[in-house]
């Protein structure tokens, strides 16, 4: 058994497989999935488990390079917001609308769906390099 890290082992594979620029998603329990894309559902109930506690695992356990957020966050999730802000603030952090932001899930390798069932508590964490 792992001693460190994600233990869930399909989070643990993608973390793996990802290249340089992929795409993951970490989403709110009512994000859309679209067709095609890898989802990973952690969801037990509402709330169950957060969006945080999620980001947080996924965040240390992987080199991302850049943040997405949708635009909308800011004014209907300002607790998310602060806490993306602070979580990532060595990161580029690129900001769209939520349109396009579930466009680009399109392109996600996997998209980790939370309890979460606040507003806009959602992004998309691109890989970067080890080196």
Do not use: W
Not at 8 to 31: E, F, P, Q, R, W
Not at 38 to 49: E, N, T
Request: charged share 25%; hydrophobic share 45%.
């Amino acid at each position: 058994m792992k001693r460190y890290g994600i233990l869930n082992s399909h989070i643990s594979k993608v973390l793996t497989d990802l290249g340089h620029t992929d795409y993951i998603v970490i989403a709110d329990a009512g994000l859309p999935i679209p067709d095609g894309v890898h989802r990973i559902d952690l969801s037990l109930k509402i709330g169950v488990p957060s969006f945080q506690d999620v980001v947080d695992a996924v965040a240390d356990d992987m080199i991302v390079e850049k943040v997405i957020l949708a635009n909308e966050m800011e004014a209907a999730n300002a607790k998310t917001y602060e806490y993306m802000k602070q979580t990532f603030s060595a990161h580029d952090i690129d900001y769209v609308s939520h349109e396009e932001f579930k466009q680009l899930t399109k392109h996600a390798k996997a998209i980790i769906r939370t309890g979460e069932a606040t507003p806009y508590a959602n992004c998309i964490l691109q890989a970067g390099v080890i080196f």
